[in-house]
């Protein structure tokens, strides 16, 4: 009887849907990747660890490259998201620190994402392009245009807006990778927040002394 029961529930249950699949897949290989490195994950370990058939995985994929790409840009374009609504909703073109937290808060969580994408885009050429193309490009379009209208109105000093913006990016994508050797991947929150409001402090103002605390003497 307990068995018979048992056939009817897996009867009953709907099969997950083709998005719900090709998510799962997608989680799994981030994980696999970064742990085990890409090369070193067979598409065997991906379906076996996903929950699914081997065969269903190439129902979603042409191959297991086809899935790293994937990986690393919806991953990129989700933090290329959350920045763009970071950067419209800045109450103030001076409240970078803000930004900068929240980034390297979510950067910190996705360690797993940046890992796949730092290690493996050095022997991946096109994993390398389509972030460039996809992802990277975008962001840099988008955070220089921010840039330029702060110093068209006068905010910020009059600059190359795309240097300024690909050194913010740098910034933060740097703060967030870097949890070893910046803030200790088990640092509490008032770690966190006292680096980003270093690093802001650091991108609005400089490191060099004001001009009247500076040694006349020197």
Known sequence: MQAFRQQVANHSQKPPSEEKVRD?????????????????TTTKDLATQAGIAEGTLFRHFENKK??????????WIEILTDLLTELSEMGSYKAVAQVMKRRMFRLHEN???????????????????????EVISKMTNV??????TAMERGIY???NPRVVAQVFLGMFTIAGFSSDTIVESDAPPHAMKEMAEG?????????????EEVNQDE
Do not use: W
Request: glycine share 6%.
């Open 66 to 75: 086809a899935i790293l790409v994937e990986v690393a840009t919806a991953g």
């Open 111 to 133: 360690g797993e994402l940046l890992r796949v994408c730092f290690f493996e885009a050095q022997f991946h050429p096109e994993l390398r392009e389509r972030i460039q193309s």
């Open 24 to 40: 799962r897949v997608l989680k799994t290989a981030q994980r696999l990747f970064a742990n085990r490195g890409y090369d070193a």
């Open 157 to 159: 000093r009059k600059m």
């Open 199 to 211: 690093i802001a402090d650091i991108f609005l103002n400089g490191v060099l002394a004001e001009p």
């Open 143 to 148: 955070t220089e245009a921010f840039f330029e």
